[in-house]
């Protein structure tokens, strides 16, 4: 795990409503998460579970409907759409799925990571010298001029995730970046990424259904239902500092609500009401008495 560090991300009884001709689609139901600096987050979750939607407010592409959501010093809630536009382009990179969505094909490799520092008004030295040192830190050296269709999959993957990281953005966010890749090269995304995370000390969100992402984040939060149903988190032991345990915890939001995983809910037969008891060793969950 990461230090002791500020909180980047706060969000709370954060909601996302969809209007519909006539319909309201709630799609983030009173969700809380915090995420540290320089963390790793994966968040895992079946279609419709409200991921996608949480990275899409945290990038600025989309606005929340209800709540509170701060990156750093902005709120998101109450921008406004120039400031969320320079929030965009300083602040925060994306990665998206389709690597032909992330990098413009005409443009070299070295010439895509500096596009943002472009925009920013950089200077043609100070452009240069920022992509060598992210192709670099990314194993991409030698592929700095080849276009995006002379590079493999995964290789364009960490072309993209350098262009996000080219203005030099306190958070990374990636949605389903290995959704397009095979296991083995999933991995390797996946692992530059925990690279990225420590060497730069970015902070890195991963929206993904790729379980494997445990394997390299400090912490997993799993939603369902527009809310974040259990976390899990990597520990070094007291043994060993490189020795890490992997632990899930189930989470209780600030206004007590509990979600129970779906395969606890199946086992204990529960659905409607249930008895809460506190003891003294933990809570304990039981289905009503039924009636004989």
Same mark, same amino acid.
Not at 92 to 116: C, D, H
Not at 175 to 188: I, S, V
Not at 190 to 202: A, E, I, N, R
Not at 243 to 264: A, F, H, I, M, N
């Given at each position: 795990?990461? %230090?002791?560090? %500020?909180?980047?991300?706060?969000?709370?009884? @954060? &909601?996302?409503?969809?209007?519909?001709?006539?319909?309201?689609?709630?799609?983030?139901?009173?969700?809380?998460?915090?995420?540290?600096? +320089?963390? &790793?987050? +994966?968040?895992? %979750?079946?279609?419709?579970?409200?991921?996608?939607?949480?990275?899409?407010? *945290?990038? %600025?592409?989309?606005?929340?409907?209800?709540?509170?959501?701060?990156?750093?010093?902005?709120?998101?809630?109450?921008?406004?759409?120039?400031?969320?536009?320079?929030?965009?382009?300083?602040?925060?990179?994306?990665?998206?799925?389709?690597?032909?969505?992330?990098? *413009? +094909?005409? *443009?070299?490799?070295?010439?895509?990571? !500096?596009?943002?520092?472009?925009?920013?008004?950089?200077? /043609?030295?100070?452009?240069?010298?920022? =992509?060598?040192?992210?192709?670099?830190?990314?194993?991409?050296?030698?592929?700095?001029?080849?276009?995006?269709?002379?590079?493999?999959?995964?290789?364009?993957?960490?072309?993209?995730?350098?262009?996000? *990281?080219?203005?030099?953005?306190?958070?990374?966010?990636?949605?389903?970046?290995? +959704?397009?890749?095979?296991?083995?090269? =999933?991995?390797?995304?996946?692992?530059?990424?925990?690279?990225?995370?420590?060497?730069?000390?970015?902070?890195?969100?991963?929206?993904?259904?790729?379980?494997?992402?445990?394997?390299? /984040?400090?912490?997993?939060?799993?939603?369902?239902?527009?809310?974040?149903?259990?976390?899990?988190?990597?520990?070094?032991?007291?043994?060993?500092?490189?020795? @890490?345990?992997?632990?899930?915890?189930?989470?209780?939001?600030?206004?007590?609500?509990?979600?129970?995983?779906? !395969?606890?809910?199946?086992?204990?037969?529960?659905?409607?009401?249930?008895?809460?008891?506190?003891?003294?060793?933990?809570?304990?969950?039981?289905?009503?008495?039924?009636?004989?």
């Amino acid at each position: 795990m990461n %230090g002791d560090k %500020g909180i980047l991300i706060h969000c709370q009884d @954060l &909601f996302k409503i969809y209007k519909q001709a006539e319909l309201e689609v709630v799609v983030l139901r009173g969700l809380d998460l915090e995420v540290r600096a +320089g963390e &790793f987050l +994966g968040i895992v %979750g079946a279609s419709g579970s409200g991921k996608t939607t949480l990275l899409n407010i *945290l990038a %600025g592409l989309d606005t929340p409907s209800a709540g509170q959501v701060r990156v750093g010093e902005r709120d998101l809630l109450d921008m406004k759409e120039g400031e969320r536009v320079q929030y965009r382009r300083r602040e925060v990179g994306f990665v998206w799925q389709s690597p032909s969505r992330n990098l *413009l +094909g005409y *443009l070299t490799a070295q010439e895509n990571v !500096e596009m943002p520092l472009a925009l920013l008004g950089a200077s /043609a030295g100070e452009r240069k010298r920022r =992509a060598r040192e992210l192709l670099g830190i990314l194993g991409l050296q030698d592929k700095a001029h080849r276009l995006p269709n002379q590079l493999s999959g995964g290789e364009q993957q960490r072309v993209a995730i350098a262009t996000a *990281l080219g203005n030099n953005p306190p958070l990374l966010l990636a949605d389903e970046p290995t +959704g397009e890749l095979d296991t083995r090269t =999933a991995d390797e995304v996946l692992g530059w990424l925990q690279k990225l995370c420590k060497t730069l000390d970015v902070t890195v969100v991963v929206v993904t259904h790729y379980e494997g992402v445990s394997r390299y /984040a400090d912490r997993v939060v799993h939603m369902r239902d527009g809310r974040v149903e259990s976390e899990t988190v990597v520990e070094a032991t007291y043994r060993r500092p490189d020795e @890490l345990t992997r632990e899930e915890y189930l989470v209780v939001d600030r206004g007590g609500r509990l979600q129970l995983p779906q !395969e606890s809910l199946d086992k204990l037969g529960l659905e409607g009401r249930a008895h809460v008891e506190v003891q003294d060793d933990g809570i304990l969950i039981t289905p009503p008495r039924r009636k004989e």
